[in-house]
Structure formats: C-alpha cells, structure tokens
T-cell receptor, first 114, second 111 residues
C-alpha cells in the first residue's frame, strides 16, 4: 500500500530495551508528525518535522527521541520506556505544515512496554 | 492553547437511523476543522473537513456544520450502515501544524 508506511506494526519491549519505530511516506509531503494514541484519549501530538527540521516538541519526555534524516523518513527512537508509554504510535504526513491540509496517517505501531 | 471536546464518547444507532457527533473548541482563531474515521485496526482517514468561511458542507450521507459564534461543529451521518461503525475524531486547527484532536466517538451501527 502506498502513502504512509510504519514498521513494525507491533512491538513488545522491556523497560531497559532500546528500539526504533520507522515511518516512510511516498506522497512528496514536507511535514511529518508523530502522534500517540492511548485508549479513550485524544490523539496527542508528540513531534513535528518540516523539511527535516524539528519544529515542535510537545513536552515529550527525553526517552522518546525523533530523527528525520530526509523528508520521506521519520524515526522514533525509544529507550528506558515505562509501562504507561504503551500505546498506538501513529505517524502522519501533510503537504505543508503552514497550510491547513489533510493529514495522512500510517497504520501505527502498537507498542507494549513490559 | 486550543482544547477540543467531543461528545458522545460512545454512540449506538440502528441501521438506517442518523448519527450526530458534536465538538466544541476553545480557540476562536481556529479555521480548519477536519473529521477522521478510524476503523478497527486501521489508520485514521479524513472523511470530511470544513473551513471557517462556510457554515455547512455535505458529501453524500455525511455533512458537517460549523457555528463559529458558539465555537462548535458537528458531524451528521444519515442512513447509517454497518460499515459506518468506527471511531470518529473531530479536530481543530488554527493554522500550521497544531491540529488538536477530540477524544473520539465510538459509533456502533446495529444491523
């Protein structure tokens, strides 16, 4: 499927592990986002990248570390997570972060911290 | 900052009935209001959006209304079908990347 692709789809990690989530978009968009989706809560914006530069860090703990090597790829590096970090992590992209346009989401990575 | 409240959290309707989901926002500068549908195990996808210069927009069985004075907007689904069952998110955007989402409404359409 084209659009926004996330890997892995599911991830179980211990609190001392280090893992990375990957997101790739084939839409030619300039902006990419990480969202956290927890049960019965609004989608929480974590990070925004525009043209590979981070433009927003929404008070996210340092155990989450994003990386955007180019406008098509976005990573979320995870280390020493807590059980409450278990959630669905969604990547999204949009054409331009300055213009109100549709956000295209990936299918998410279901993360479980044990 | 912007705050978006969404109600109800769960909605159950009989097939063929209408469903209405309501959202309120706090920032009067918000000017773009998208609605996303997330089916079980799938990604959120845009189903309809409205900008602040219009009061209503319709696309087949789906319509969205916006009351800027009251700062609320609503999603209306008519002639509901089982495949409409999903979680629906409203959102508000003041411009740029800060799209603030509501908590979602889980819609069940009973056949």
């Amino acid at each position: 499927e084209t659009g926004v692709t996330q890997t892995p789809r599911h991830l179980v990690m211990g609190m001392t592990n280090k893992k990375s989530l990957k997101c790739e978009q084939h839409l030619g968009h300039n902006a990419m986002y990480w969202y956290k989706q927890s049960a019965k809560k609004p989608l929480e914006l974590m990070f925004v990248y525009s043209l590979e530069e981070r433009v927003e860090n929404n008070s996210v703990p340092s155990r989450f570390s994003p990386e955007c090597p180019n406008s098509s790829h976005l990573f979320l590096h995870l280390h020493t997570l807590q059980p409450e970090d278990s959630a669905l992590y969604l990547c999204a992209s949009s054409q331009d972060e300055l213009v109100n346009t549709e956000a295209f989401f990936g299918q998410g990575t279901r993360l479980t911290v044990v | 900052g912007e705050n978006v409240e969404q109600h109800p959290s769960t909605l159950s309707v009989q097939e063929g009935d209408s469903a209405v989901i309501k959202c309120t926002y706090s920032d009067s500068a918000s000017n773009y209001f998208p609605w996303y549908k997330q089916e079980l195990g799938k990604r959120p996808q845009l189903i309809i959006d409205i900008r602040s210069n219009v009061g209503e927009k319709k696309d087949q069985r789906i319509a969205v209304t916006l009351n800027k004075t009251a700062k609320h907007f609503s999603l209306h689904i008519t002639e509901t079908q089982p495949e409409d069952s999903a979680v629906y998110f409203c959102a508000a955007n003041t411009g740029g990347f800060k799209t603030i989402f509501g908590a979602g409404t889980r819609l069940f359409v009973k056949a």
